[in-house]
């Protein structure tokens, strides 16, 4: 499948780009990996006339908004965000309304509505810069993610900062509790955990930061055992790249069952046909592109 899949990416000048949560024979066919940052940026850049986004909806939005000459297309179109679907963009709408002179920064993880309704998009990687970016006496508003939203208040001082109480089911799952009893069992262990999980986890962690982040301190620091608190799909790329190294994850089974819908036969299938295409009206896509634009220019 491998193999057909390559023949038929060079016969349609096509490119895979698939997400470090995908399955690992999905990352292994791909042109290129990488966290929702590293894949907005590859899909602006790319010349090829076909993108299969091997990740979840909003990713695919997004690199349509950026390519609209593109035909961008998911190998299944069921691949949804707990995350994204945490805020609908009529109840955004309202809350926006009650805070007119904030900036709205919202995660890459949002549908083009919430797009539309957001000044600076950010993903986990750029989230500081973007805060950073906004004058120290602007409000912002901050959406989707609660966990990451409290973390950047804490990091950054920004008292004035309002944030929508939506979560990721997958990261909102991980407990301090269960960390700190593999701690006790791998003494010399480095937590390691993405910012979406909750407050207890980020307290009891070594390092926190997004998948690029995290997959560079596991490859530079000189533990021999990481506890990982994102999704397992990363633990491919780091048993890949660190050998010698062992990684653990915080919680079994705890897996993003929307990523893990992209199965070879079905980017086959959706290259092959040409099916799950990404459509945006012109207006929707205008609507959503500034808030993208000024973070990846940021
Ligand atoms: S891991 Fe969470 S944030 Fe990422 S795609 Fe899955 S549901 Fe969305």
């Known amino acids: 499948m491998t193999e057909r899949i390559k023949a038929l990416k060079a016969e349609k000048n096509a490119v895979i780009l698939a997400h ?20 907005a940026e590859a899909a602006a850049a790319t010349d090829a006339d076909i993108i299969v986004f091997a990740g979840v909806h909003f990713m695919g939005e997004t690199a349509k908004v950026l390519s609209p000459g593109k035909k961008v297309l998911m190998p299944d179109t069921e691949a949804g965000c707990s995350l994204a679907a945490s805020c ?4 955004f709408a309202l809350f926006r309304a ?17 797009k539309a309704l ?9 989230a500081l810069r973007v805060i950073e970016s906004v004058p120290r ?12 939203g409290r973390y950047l208040k804490e990091l950054s001082g920004r008292e004035n900062m309002v944030i929508w109480d939506g979560a990721c089911h997958v990261h909102d799952k991980f407990s301090a509790e269960k960390i700190l009893a593999l701690r006790s069992a791998h ?15 980020l307290a009891v962690a070594d390092f ?17 055992e990481f506890i990982v608190a994102t999704e397992p799909g990363i633990l491919h790329s780091m048993r890949r790249d660190n050998p010698g190294k062992a990684f653990i994850e915080a919680l079994e089974c705890n897996e993003c069952e929307y990523m893990k819908l992209n199965t070879l036969e079905k ?32």
């Open 20 to 39: 470090y949560y995908a399955r690992g024979e999905v990352q292994d066919v791909a042109d290129f990996v990488g966290d929702s940052l590293a894949l």
């Open 88 to 91: 609908d963009a009529a109840d």
């Open 98 to 114: 009650r805070y007119p002179d904030h900036v709205v920064v919202s995660y890459v993880n949002t549908t083009v509505g919430i």
């Open 118 to 126: 957001t000044d600076i998009c950010c993903t986990s990687s750029n």
């Open 137 to 148: 006496d602007k409000g912002i508003i901050f959406a989707p993610d609660r966990n990451l």
């Open 187 to 201: 003494p010399g262990a480095k937590v390691v955990a993405h910012p979406e999980c909750r407050a207890e986890v």
């Open 208 to 224: 926190v930061g997004s998948t690029s982040a995290i997959l560079m301190f596991v490859g530079s620091n000189d533990a021999r």
């Open 267 to 298: 980017i086959y299938d959706c290259l092959a046909r040409e099916t799950n295409e990404i459509t945006l009206s012109e207006e929707e896509r205008t609507a959503a592109l500034g808030s993208i634009v000024k973070m990846l220019e940021i």
